[in-house]
């Protein structure tokens, strides 16, 4: 017979994974995360009720350096701004995280006032995620990233808390990770051809930024070194329908497997247009922010690129990813140049995705997290409970 602590954990992990409120505070003592291995799964304690304890929202800023310049069809940058979060509750820490690439239209600064005026401490349960973060969602119309730093870390909280990973509450097989792109962003052929050679033996599959003139430069000079499949991301920077579908055929003949975002997001008809006369499958990246764009893309695209910065964190993600499986569309997880924490979190859906674009933890040289791993170019889902992250030892507080 199932015992009491056995079958509180199990209820509590249904609950959850449905989207449900736990009407109890579930507590038990912090995890250690020197008694863990990254691989194993916390058992938690046996829940009892507390008294009323409130949440508190922390927040830094933090700036990320890159590897390498990063260019894509429109701009370069070295650095990225960003923005750590972390809500604490009752010994408990939830990590979350804002990236703000120049094209999302957010800073540090609108970052923190936005995050000013989130009042967690009105909830004494952070188990009630809906309710949490509905009220998140209605201080603005925008402010993506700074929403899904929010959601990030109180999903990583309320996981820790039952001692379970977020794939494991969605019901998801981490066995079916996929494998993840690796992003090569726009250069000269001689540092083109130095970055693949530095991935190509750790991954299964590359992405490469292209919506210049120099396209083709930039696939031979990749095909000079490996065969390895290639997704390409336009950014919107090809402009005329006619030129963009002949280069999908070359790019076809080249061992490309997908387009991302050929043309601008305005240009809804021209990409029905390509999409329906492409060899290749086209994916919506800029065009799809939240829920209603996948709707929309019904279509106008073969699959939808969902982004926790763009949509505004793991709740709305799940939920786009659902409805995209539900609407025929095919799915790609994709990330901004982020630490683990928001790269772990979204690696979370990920067996549940056709294509995985997982590697702004691995473009960055300051990362302050260990979460998600990565064997023979495949994802590995940690063990750990909530969003799977630890913080590197270097970067603890003192």
């Given at each position: 017979?199932?015992?009491?602590?056995?079958?509180?954990?199990?209820?509590?992990?249904?609950?959850?994974?449905?989207?449900?409120?736990?009407?109890?505070?579930?507590?038990?003592?912090?995890?250690?995360?020197?008694?863990?291995?990254?691989?194993?799964?916390?058992?938690?304690?046996?829940?009892?009720?507390?008294?009323?304890?409130?949440?508190?929202?922390?927040?830094?800023?933090?700036?990320?350096?890159?590897?390498?310049?990063?260019?894509?069809?429109?701009?370069?940058?070295?650095?990225?701004?960003?923005?750590?979060?972390?809500?604490?509750?009752?010994g408990y820490t939830g990590y979350g995280e804002a990236s703000m690439p120049p094209y999302l239209g957010q800073s540090v600064d609108s970052v923190t006032a936005f995050l000013e005026k989130v009042n967690l401490e009105q909830f004494a349960d952070p188990f009630c995620l809906e309710d949490i973060l509905a009220y998140v969602d209605s201080l603005s119309p925008g402010d993506?990233?700074?929403?899904?730093?929010?959601?990030?870390?109180?999903?990583?909280l309320v996981g820790k808390m039952l001692g379970a990973p977020w794939y494991r509450i969605w019901g998801y097989n981490p066995a079916k990770a996929p494998s993840t792109t690796f992003t090569i962003g726009i250069d000269t052929p001689e540092v083109v051809k130095e970055k693949t050679q530095e991935c190509v033996d750790r991954f299964n599959i590359l992405k490469v930024k292209?919506?210049?003139?120099?396209?083709?430069?930039?696939?031979?000079?990749?095909?000079?070194?490996?065969?390895?499949?290639?997704?390409?991301?336009?950014?919107?920077?090809?402009?005329?329908?006619?030129?963009?579908?002949?280069?999908?055929?070359?790019?076809?003949?080249?061992?490309?497997?997908?387009?991302?975002?050929?043309?601008?997001?305005?240009?809804?008809?021209?990409?029905?247009?390509?999409?329906?006369?492409?060899?290749?499958?086209?994916?919506?990246?800029?065009?799809?922010?939240?829920?209603?764009?996948?709707?929309?893309?019904?279509?106008?695209?073969?699959?939808?690129?969902?982004?926790?910065?763009?949509?505004?964190?793991?709740?709305?993600?799940?939920?786009?990813?659902?409805?995209?499986?539900?609407?025929?569309?095919?799915?790609?997880?994709?990330?901004?140049?982020?630490?683990?924490?928001?790269?772990?979190?979204?690696?979370?859906?990920?067996?549940?995705?056709?294509?995985?674009?997982?590697?702004?933890?691995?473009?960055?040289?300051?990362?302050?997290?260990?979460?998600?791993?990565?064997?023979?170019?495949?994802?590995?889902?940690?063990?750990?409970?909530?969003?799977?992250?630890?913080?590197?030892?270097?970067?603890?507080?003192?």
């Open positions: 017979m199932q015992n009491r602590r056995e079958f509180l954990k199990v209820a509590g992990l249904a609950a959850v994974g449905a989207g449900l409120a736990i009407g109890c505070k579930p507590r038990q003592e912090p995890p250690k995360p020197d008694d863990q291995p990254g691989g194993d799964t916390l058992k938690p304690a046996e829940p009892v009720i507390v008294g009323p304890c409130r949440m508190k929202l922390r927040y830094y800023p933090y700036e990320l350096q890159l590897q390498h310049t990063f260019t894509v069809s429109s701009y370069s940058r070295n650095t990225t701004p960003d923005v750590q979060v972390e809500i604490e509750y009752q993506s990233a700074a929403k899904a730093a929010v959601d990030i870390a109180l999903h990583d292209v919506g210049t003139d120099s396209d083709k430069e930039m696939i031979n000079t990749i095909r000079s070194v490996t065969d390895l499949p290639i997704a390409v991301d336009a950014n919107q920077g090809w402009t005329d329908r006619f030129k963009a579908l002949d280069m999908i055929y070359w790019l076809r003949d080249n061992g490309i497997v997908m387009v991302e975002q050929p043309l601008a997001v305005n240009r809804i008809d021209d990409l029905a247009w390509l999409r329906e006369r492409s060899p290749l499958p086209v994916f919506g990246d800029e065009s799809i922010q939240g829920l209603d764009d996948v709707r929309r893309a019904v279509g106008v695209f073969d699959g939808v690129n969902i982004k926790l910065m763009k949509c505004g964190g793991m709740r709305n993600a799940h939920k786009m990813v659902d409805l995209a499986r539900g609407l025929g569309l095919k799915v790609m997880l994709g990330c901004m140049t982020e630490t683990s924490c928001a790269v772990s979190a979204a690696a979370q859906l990920s067996p549940a995705v056709d294509f995985a674009d997982l590697d702004g933890n691995l473009l960055i040289s300051n990362d302050l997290f260990e979460g998600v791993g990565l064997h023979e170019g495949k994802l590995v889902l940690p063990g750990r409970p909530g969003i799977g992250v630890v913080k590197r030892a270097s970067t603890e507080e003192s």
